[in-house]
């Protein structure tokens, strides 16, 4: 179990052994590339940006592309398909609860599977951190892990707050899991204006777009 800046991440000892962990866009993409466009979306942040697969997707259609991610790993595995790709690399190892940019710097952010890698506490905080690098009208796209009290995985896990829990072994053993209602999604969004929404196919996670 590898800390980082004091956390647990099990994905940096992954991309170690397998830098391609992820290699298809998420499904929400084909909405983005209509959305983008419309909203005059021309810097994307990659909030949680593992191995790249949004970068170079991102990247490849033209959009200036930065990322963030708390494993050294996944961002040399990033900097590498990036590079391989011929798209800019704009890549910094940080935690999400501080992001090393300016006010008002980006168009849009885009994470996914990663801010529920959270405690409450810093939920909040990574949320302020959004809010601060986003421009005003800029569109934020993530989703977040869906509560779901029968949801087996989470009966193999330790519950640390109110749905929040953390796995007791496999990859991500030690990290915490933050799973929302869609109330407190509403709730964590009530500035904002939520465009999509909607539960994935699996149910496990909801896909969200919103305007800032
Ligand atoms: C399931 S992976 C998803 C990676 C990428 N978003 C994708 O869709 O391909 C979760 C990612 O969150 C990153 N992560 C976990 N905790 C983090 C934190 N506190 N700050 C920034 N990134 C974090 C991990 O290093 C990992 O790359």
Redesign the pocket.
Known sequence: MKKIAG?I?G??TA?KKNPQ??TEP?KICALTDVLFPKYGVHRIL??????G??LVYFGKAGYQVFG????GW?LQAANKWASQENIPSRLAL????SIPFAEDSFDAII????IQ??LEVDIQATFREIERVLRKDGLLVMDLLRYDPDFERFKKSTMVEPHTFVPRSGLEKG?PHHAFTKAEVFELLHTWNIKFFNTQPDKKHYTIVAQR
């Open positions: 956390k991440n994905w940096d991309y962990q992820f998420e990659d909030l949680g940006c593992g191995n697969r949004h963030t991610d708390l494993s996944g940080a935690d999400m609860q994470s996914f599977k990663v890698h959270n990290m």
